[in-house]
């Protein structure tokens, strides 16, 4: 199964940002989250179509099975 941490930001223009962080160490500690996105959001260092990050919106973990089949 795979993991990612999913980061997301406000941006300047109301829109929503998202940075992905494969395969997180486990356990998650949200302080420690938390306080890697505050970093992020000081930086000032990222830019999207939506203007800057200007808030910390969330974060969360996405977990998914994939299958592969082999088509002969």
Do not use: C, W
């Amino acid at each position: 199964m795979a993991k990612t941490l999913e980061l997301q930001f406000s941006t300047e223009l109301g829109g929503t940002a998202r940075i992905t962080v494969d395969h997180p160490k486990e356990p998650i500690d949200e302080a420690a989250v938390k306080q890697a996105m505050e970093k992020i959001l000081a930086a000032g260092v990222f830019f999207t179509a939506t203007g800057n990050f200007v808030a910390v919106k969330g974060a969360r973990v996405i977990e998914r099975n994939v299958t592969d089949f082999e088509l002969v």
